[in-house]
């Protein structure tokens, strides 16, 4: 099946510095991609939709100068949490849609901000 | 955007079916019904998709009423990796224009030995 990779798998990062964070699709292309957050026992809140070569579309109370998306290619995609606050913590999943219209995920990324 | 109820955790023995079901009664004409579960700590696994046919691959099977206002999501013999948080989503393929999985709180499905 369709793989999606997230680097790095966990990120310890102090307050005020930024995250990169990638999402690859290894074996299809992704012309839409999306960021997830999820914190402890909660499920997955949607942050934004990631098109390839145009701008990020961020859900309602999504801080777009806070999370930063980039689609670069159609198999790339990365999120940069700047000025990452303890609040920031918590896991960040990505996903890919294919051309049949199914969301593969990637494994996640644990930030934890210190 | 069509919203999903699912009951909040539910038991099965190892071996035996599981039945899980979802009700969606405002699913539009065009919104498939998406299963996906997750295991602790990792990113959301796909498991099956349907518009108004049952379908079946290798991980379950989905049965989706006639009127499409619930479906029930069949793994034929559970096991204890199957325990995890199964999530019942509907949405648009990507010509429509709710295309994005919107996630619900979802079924904690404990398989038991």
């Known amino acids: 099946g369709a793989v999606v990779s997230q680097h790095p798998s966990w990120v310890i990062c102090k307050s005020g510095t930024s995250v990169k964070i990638e999402c690859r699709s290894l074996?299809?292309?992704?012309?839409?991609m999306f960021w997830y957050r999820q914190f402890p026992k909660q499920s997955l809140m949607l942050m934004a939709t990631s098109n390839e070569g145009s701008k990020a579309t961020y859900e309602q109370g999504v801080e777009k100068d806070k999370f930063l998306i980039n689609h670069a290619s159609l198999t790339l995609s990365t999120l940069t949490v700047t000025s990452a606050h303890p609040e920031d913590s918590s896991f960040y999943i990505c996903?890919?849609?294919?051309?049949?219209?199914?969301?593969?995920f990637g494994p996640g990324t644990r930030l934890t901000v210190t | 955007d069509a919203k999903t109820t699912q009951p909040p955790s539910m038991d099965c023995a190892e071996g035996r079916a599981a039945n899980l079901p979802c009700n969606h009664s405002?699913?539009?004409?065009?919104?498939?019904v998406y299963w996906y579960r997750q295991i602790h700590s990792q990113g959301p696994q796909y498991i099956i998709h349907?518009?108004?046919n049952n379908e079946t691959n290798e991980m379950a099977s989905l049965i989706i009423t006639e009127d499409r206002k619930s479906s029930t999501l069949i793994l034929p013999h559970a096991t204890l990796r199957d325990t995890a948080v199964y999530y019942c989503i509907v949405s648009s393929g990507s010509g429509g224009s709710n295309y994005k999985l919107t996630f619900g709180k979802g079924t904690l499905l404990t398989v038991n030995p």
């Open positions: 349907g518009l108004k």
């Open positions: 996903s890919a849609r294919d051309l049949g219209d199914k969301q593969y």
């Open positions: 074996d299809f292309q992704a012309t839409t």
């Open positions: 405002t699913i539009s004409g065009n919104e498939y």
